[in-house]
């Protein structure tokens, strides 16, 4: 009698030990699981983050004022929009303004970035600014690499080396500020110049 009970005593521990491990193993696999699902959801989440979720080709698009008429345009070759911070990435874009109070500007690079809900439209490598001429004020010019276009103000500004014609007059220096509103130009630092007399008239 003795030597059977200890038989099913035995295989009693023998089956709670084989219960245990298979509880564990569950356990182990469910949270295995919760961790790889929890890992798949970072991913999913992080994704609208670094990846652009819609982009243009050969786009043309027409920034309205609150009174609902066109302040600038904006066109290029591809425009790509960024969700983490609504921001814009735009190939060989061509910036015009459409105030008729003001002289026509346009601008143009070979890549821009727009950014704090449209209000700035940052122009990178080969920028250029042209303003045609009014009244007094002479057609001018502004290359830089770098320049800052802020639409809604009619400002342009950079921190970066610029070249400045107007007419005759040509102006280097570092750090610019032109305002369209004002018609006023300010160079910050290392201002050079250049003016050339004009050919008088016989």
């Given at each position: 009698?003795s030597?059977?009970?200890?038989?099913?005593?035995?295989q009693?521990?023998r089956?709670?030990?084989?219960?245990?491990?298979?509880?564990?193993?569950?356990?182990g696999?469910?949270?295995v699981?919760q961790?790889?699902q929890?890992?798949m959801?970072?991913?999913?989440s992080?994704?609208?983050?670094?990846?652009?979720?819609?982009?243009?080709?050969?786009?043309?698009?027409?920034k309205?004022a609150?009174?609902g008429?066109?302040?600038?345009?904006?066109?290029?070759?591809?425009?790509v929009?960024?969700p983490?911070?609504?921001s814009?990435?735009?190939?060989?874009?061509?910036?015009?303004s459409l105030t008729?109070?003001?002289?026509?500007?346009e601008?143009?690079?070979?890549t821009?970035?727009?950014?704090d809900?449209?209000?700035k439209?940052?122009?990178?490598?080969?920028?250029?600014?042209?303003?045609?001429a009014?009244?007094?004020s002479?057609?001018?010019?502004?290359k830089?690499e770098?320049?800052?276009?802020?639409?809604?103000d009619?400002?342009?500004?950079?921190?970066?080396?610029?070249?400045i014609?107007m007419g005759?007059t040509?102006?280097n220096?570092?750090?610019m500020?032109?305002?369209?509103?004002?018609q006023e130009?300010k160079l910050?630092?290392?201002?050079r110049?250049?003016?050339?007399?004009?050919?008088?008239?016989?």
């Amino acid at each position: 009698m003795s030597n059977h009970s200890g038989e099913r005593a035995a295989q009693r521990i023998r089956i709670g030990i084989v219960t245990v491990v298979l509880i564990a193993l569950a356990l182990g696999s469910f949270w295995v699981l919760q961790v790889m699902q929890r890992s798949m959801d970072d991913k999913l989440s992080d994704r609208p983050r670094t990846k652009p979720d819609y982009y243009l080709e050969n786009f043309h698009y027409v920034k309205m004022a609150l009174n609902g008429t066109p302040r600038y345009d904006i066109s290029g070759i591809k425009m790509v929009h960024f969700p983490a911070d609504d921001s814009f990435e735009v190939t060989k874009p061509v910036v015009h303004s459409l105030t008729k109070e003001r002289p026509p500007m346009e601008l143009y690079s070979d890549t821009a970035r727009i950014t704090d809900e449209q209000t700035k439209i940052h122009m990178y490598g080969n920028a250029n600014a042209t303003r045609g001429a009014s009244g007094k004020s002479q057609p001018m010019h502004l290359k830089s690499e770098y320049l800052l276009l802020l639409p809604d103000d009619e400002i342009v500004k950079t921190d970066k080396p610029v070249e400045i014609t107007m007419g005759t007059t040509k102006l280097n220096g570092t750090g610019m500020v032109a305002n369209n509103a004002t018609q006023e130009v300010k160079l910050l630092s290392s201002v050079r110049g250049y003016y050339e007399p004009q050919a008088r008239k016989r």
